[in-house]
């Protein structure tokens, strides 16, 4: 498990941002062989988006090999309605790059049968080989994707309610009316996540500070379905300062100075072969 900590919320969606990019540019892909990546909706990615929209722009990427997997959709909002993440991911993010649209998949939340959904859903991950990267958010209660406290930790796409934090937390996008927003959406499971190769979730803001510590200081538990990836094999953890008001001092610290280990190897390296 690894914790970046940067100074502020653009620093942090810069370096999730160029994190994604190294990756694709790293991997290769081609016709034949695409990567596949996982992604969220909300806030705290937006400026994670606009960057990469950005070094698209500047030639520094291409989504033309790249399939990728959001988390979830609210249950019966219009695929058109400005708030379904369908528009969200369009307007703020695959509109603006050069990726196949039969390549963007997002859960479909007015499928006449949203179990065959989800299960179709999983079996589309699975023909596409897995999830390279999986890229998250979380609310202030831990969860992940609409993964509410309280979930599986080995869960799997699935129809789910939300709590009322999350209706509460989410009525800002509705005009605060509460009885505008869906009480029910698909999301993928806690072990759908799990499965990818590789996970990086993005925490910013003091609002999420508990939310950090609960995922990074205290053991896995299911009221905080964030915690479950302290077990995944490759976790990144990308904050700002805000977001690491409730962690130990001590912690910091270690996860500061690991950090600068790590780019002095990896610039040692860089060094070496030049």
């Not at 940067?6 to 810069?14: I, M, N, P, R, V």
């Not at 370096?15 to 996982?38: E, H």
């Not at 406290?149 to 129809?159: E, F, I, N, Q």
């Not at 979730?201 to 003091?206: D, H």
Request: glycine share 6%; aromatic share 12%; charged share 20%.
């Amino acid at each position: 498990m690894r914790l970046v900590i940067l100074d502020d919320y653009d620093l942090a969606s810069e370096w999730a941002a160029k994190y994604i990019r190294n990756r694709i540019v790293q991997f290769k892909p081609s016709a034949d062989r695409f990567f596949t990546l996982g992604l969220p909706t909300g806030s705290t990615p937006y400026g994670c988006y606009q960057k990469l929209i950005e070094y698209y722009r500047h030639g520094d990427i291409s989504f033309k090999y790249v399939k990728t997997f959001n988390m979830d959709e609210y249950v019966g909002l219009p695929r058109a309605h400005p708030e379904s993440y369908h528009s969200y991911m369009w307007n703020n993010f695959f509109k603006h790059i050069d990726i196949d649209p039969a390549n963007a998949h997002i859960l479909d939340g007015n499928a006449q049968n949203l179990e065959e959904e989800c299960q179709a859903y999983e079996q589309k991950i699975a023909e596409a080989g897995g999830i390279e990267l999986f890229v998250g958010g979380i609310g202030p209660d831990g969860h992940i994707a609409f993964n509410e406290p309280g979930s599986s930790l080995v869960s799997r796409t699935r129809v789910k309610t939300l709590a009322k934090d999350t209706i509460v937390a989410n009525a800002r996008f509705f005009g605060n009316d509460l009885s505008k927003v869906p009480t029910m959406a698909l999301t993928v499971g806690v072990g759908t996540v799990m499965d990818a190769k590789e996970v990086m979730i993005l925490i910013t803001g003091a609002h999420k500070a508990f939310a950090l510590y609960k995922a990074i200081e205290e053991g896995v538990n299911h009221m905080w379905t964030v915690s479950a990836f302290q077990q995944h094999p490759r976790t990144i953890f990308v904050c700002d300062e805000d977001a690491t008001l409730e962690l130990r001092v001590k912690t910091v610290k270690y996860f500061k100075a690991a950090n600068l280990h790590i780019y002095l190897y990896m610039l040692s390296i860089r060094l070496a072969l030049a």
